[in-house]
Nanobody, 122 residues
């Protein structure tokens, strides 16, 4: 089955760029019909879809985060990445990667990683 795992530093300083990697196994990120998304959940708040990349490398972003967000991929390694620039403490959250059939992944559907905690603090 498809498995996804997030990785990256758990602590980022304000104004720096948050960078996370999603490693995919059991399926190819170039497979048709799927979108590969990043989602986050700040403490005490709901899930927030950040953006996605499709099987051909096309990207889509949440308008509220578009100016600071970049999603890319490395097909040779079957991985995709998230970069969030100019972070503030409000960016502290659990970050998830997921595979879904729609550009905005639906809660309870698709395959999700276990999530990784990222804290923005000096």
């Amino acid at each position: 089955q498809v498995q996804l795992q997030e990785s990256g530093p758990g602590l980022v300083k304000p104004s720096q760029t948050l960078s996370l990697t999603c490693t995919v196994s059991g399926g190819s990120i170039t497979a048709t019909y799927y979108y590969w998304s990043w989602i986050r959940q700040p403490p005490g708040k709901g899930l927030e879809w950040m953006g996605a990349i499709d099987s051909r490398g096309g990207t889509y972003y949440n308008p509220s985060l578009k100016s600071r967000t970049s999603i890319s991929r490395d097909t040779s390694k079957n991985k995709f990445t998230l970069q969030l620039s100019s972070v503030t403490p409000e960016d502290t959250a659990v970050y998830y990667c997921a595979r879904g059939q729609t550009v905005r992944v639906v809660k309870g559907q698709g395959y999700w990683g276990q999530g990784t905690q990222v804290t923005v603090s000096s």
